[in-house]
């Protein structure tokens, strides 16, 4: 059974810093496409940034890049996303997902999600 579970979400102040956490079962990480995403309520859910363990390749958001690092641990099978220098604009419930041929860093890519974790920027 391929299960996502997130953690590490919270309440932080502008220009603190997190760091997430996707603990994946039931699958090898390196034989699939690992994605975050966040979703503010009445918006739409959006890619933050994106991985392929088998190439390496990564994306991320013009919003989050230069701030936000997505790595990977395979002995542990844990994907992570630290989330430095935040803004109050980055205050949403932040999901990972995972597929295996996802070509894009968009939802509708991705068949495998995690339960969400809220992160609140705010003084």
């Known amino acids: 059974q391929l299960q996502l579970v997130e953690s590490g979400g919270g309440l932080v102040q502008p220009g603190g810093s997190l760091r997430l956490s996707c603990a994946a079962s039931?699958?090898?990480?390196?034989?699939?496409?690992i994605g975050w995403f966040r979703q503010v309520p009445g918006k739409e859910r959006e890619g933050i940034s994106c991985?392929?363990?088998?190439?390496?390749?990564?994306y991320y958001a013009d919003s989050v890049k230069g701030r936000f690092t997505i790595s990977v641990d395979n002995a542990k099978k844990t994907v992570y996303l630290q989330m430095d220098s935040l803004k109050p604009e980055d205050t949403a419930v932040y999901y990972c997902?995972?597929?295996?041929?996802?070509?894009?860093?968009?939802?509708?890519?991705?068949?495998?999600w995690g339960q969400g974790t809220r992160v609140t920027v705010s003084s």
């Open positions: 991985i392929s363990d088998t190439d390496g390749n990564t």
């Open positions: 039931g699958f090898t990480l390196d034989y699939y496409r």
């Open positions: 997902a995972a597929d295996i041929t996802a070509p894009m860093c968009v939802p509708y890519e991705y068949d495998y």
